[in-house]
């Protein structure tokens, strides 16, 4: 059981590239999320979404996208990237029966 | 906005001393809280959880804490503070349905 798995692990970009960031769990949860983690600044949720095909904007949307058109996949959209967007994202998916998020081992962004 | 402050972005102790880890919560009804631990170069993961079943809330790794009221706190201690305890811990809040945020975190530094 592989739980929650993001990938890339490590990325550098330069500023106005694109990519994605992909979330995958096998845990047929509902509910996924988007978060990133900077120093003194904890973890800021990006995106999450309720359900396949459903998406919402959380305390940091601006600058991302996100897509779920499979249950299990949650992608992170990068179109245009800028330095403020180095940071390390994390991937969660929620088991609603316990209200307790799994977490992915993130992915570390660097944008020159 | 629910919200969760973490008082103190880094904490030492040494070990066999008393860990206190503070978290205050902002909400006007009693929320769903919780603490997460990470340890370096790993996602987070679920310490404990508060869901009003009962004020005093045990954990894992020996962990418990308090959800006051009167306070609108919810510490997270440990009698003993052991070596493996070293990691940054978050406070979060439930903020909406299912929907979750977190504190800027602290890390827990271990002294021999």
């Known amino acids: 059981n592989a739980g929650v798995t993001q990938t890339p692990k490590f990325r550098v970009l330069k500023t106005g590239q694109s990519m994605t960031l992909l979330c995958a769990q096998d845990?047929?949860?509902?509910?996924m999320y988007w978060y990133r983690q900077d120093p003194g600044m904890g973890l800021r949720l990006i995106h999450y979404?309720?359900?396949?095909?459903?998406?919402a904007k959380g305390e940091v949307p601006d600058g991302y996208n996100v897509s779920r058109l499979k249950k299990q996949n949650f992608l992170l959209g990068l179109e245009s990237a800028a330095p403020s967007q180095t940071s390390v994202y994390f991937c969660?998916?929620?088991?609603?029966?316990?209200?307790?998020?799994?977490f992915g081992a993130g992915s570390r962004l660097t944008v020159l | 906005a629910q919200s969760v402050t973490q008082l103190g972005s880094h904490v030492s102790v040494s070990e066999g001393a008393l860990v206190l880890l503070r978290c205050n919560y902002s909400?006007?009804?009693?929320?769903?809280l919780f603490w997460y631990v990470q340890y370096p170069n790993q996602g987070l993961q679920l310490l404990l959880k508060?869901?009003?079943?009962?004020?005093l809330v045990k954990g894992i790794n020996g962990f418990e804490a308090e959800f006051k009221k009167s306070e609108t706190s919810f510490h997270l201690t440990k009698p003993s503070a052991h070596m493996s305890d070293a990691a940054e811990y978050f406070c979060a809040v439930e903020a909406g349905t299912y929907k979750y945020i977190f504190g800027t975190g602290t890390r827990l530094k271990v002294l021999a």
């Open positions: 979404s309720v359900g396949e095909g459903t998406t």
């Open positions: 909400s006007s009804v009693p929320p769903y």
């Open positions: 508060y869901t009003s079943a009962a004020t």
């Open positions: 969660a998916s929620l088991f609603t029966g316990a209200n307790v998020l799994t």
């Open positions: 845990m047929n949860h509902e509910y």
